[in-house]
């Protein structure tokens, strides 16, 4: 039980290895940002389906980015998450009328 009481010394909250990594930190923070915006859009109105549509373009592709650069599996959980949504916002906005109205 002496790993119950090591102190976590983390150096963030997405940084498990102790180490800062700011560039994955703000991918991260724009893919959830984007994932959320598409999704939200895609949902409350079909006329909103260029916002939906090119939000979930973007945060698809700076999601596919931070997974490859990523180094901690925290960082990773949390792209996943803005990549589901902008995929889901993504796909709705394509149905409702696509990327060019």
């Known amino acids: 039980m002496a790993q119950a009481l090591r102190p976590n010394t983390a150096g963030g ?58 180094e901690t599996t925290r960082e990773r959980f949390g792209l996943i998450l803005g990549l589901g949504a902008s995929g889901v916002g993504f796909f709705l906005g394509m149905a409702y009328g696509g990327l060019i109205g």
């Open 13 to 70: 909250l997405f940084a498990t290895d102790g180490k800062p990594h700011p560039l994955q930190d703000t991918l991260l923070a724009v893919t959830l940002v984007l994932g959320i915006t598409s999704f939200l859009s895609a949902i409350i109105d079909e006329d909103l389906h260029l916002l939906s549509s090119w939000a979930g373009l973007v945060g698809i592709l700076t999601g596919a980015y931070g997974q490859w650069i990523s």
